[in-house]
């Protein structure tokens, strides 16, 4: 099992914002597509961001111009900066390296935004 250390999450305002990371092998992550999903109660589990190998962002489009996914290859570690936060954005969020090292998952972060 390849862990993927995920820190970062917590509570903050309306328009305030959180960096999340996540970390993992070094093995895995040089050959991994890296992403963050979140969950929140009522909704399934939706892809919020991913970068490729090769550096490549998309977002979906509820967090276009707010967020921004990207990797640092020296410390094999993948962050998401999310800004201009929204209640909506109330989710657990997860961690995801994907490719052909494997799919793995981290244990997830919550973030809370109130209004």
């Known amino acids: 099992q390849v862990p993927l250390v995920e820190s970062g999450g917590g509570l903050v305002q309306a328009g305030g914002s959180l960096r999340l990371s996540c970390a993992t092998s070094?093995?895995?992550?040089?050959?991994?597509?890296m992403g963050w999903y979140r969950h929140s109660p009522g909704k399934q589990r939706e892809l919020v961001a991913r970068?490729?190998?090769?550096?490549?962002?998309n977002y979906a489009d509820s967090v276009k111009g707010r967020f921004t996914i990207s990797r640092d290859n020296a410390k094999s570690t993948v962050y998401l900066q999310m800004n201009s936060l929204k209640p909506e954005d109330t989710a657990v969020y997860y961690c995801?390296?994907?490719?052909?090292?494997?799919?793995?998952w981290g244990q997830g972060t919550q973030v809370t935004v109130s209004s």
């Open positions: 970068i490729s190998r090769g550096g490549i962002p």
């Open positions: 995801n390296s994907e490719g052909l090292g494997g799919n793995y």
């Open positions: 070094r093995s895995i992550f040089s050959i991994n597509a």
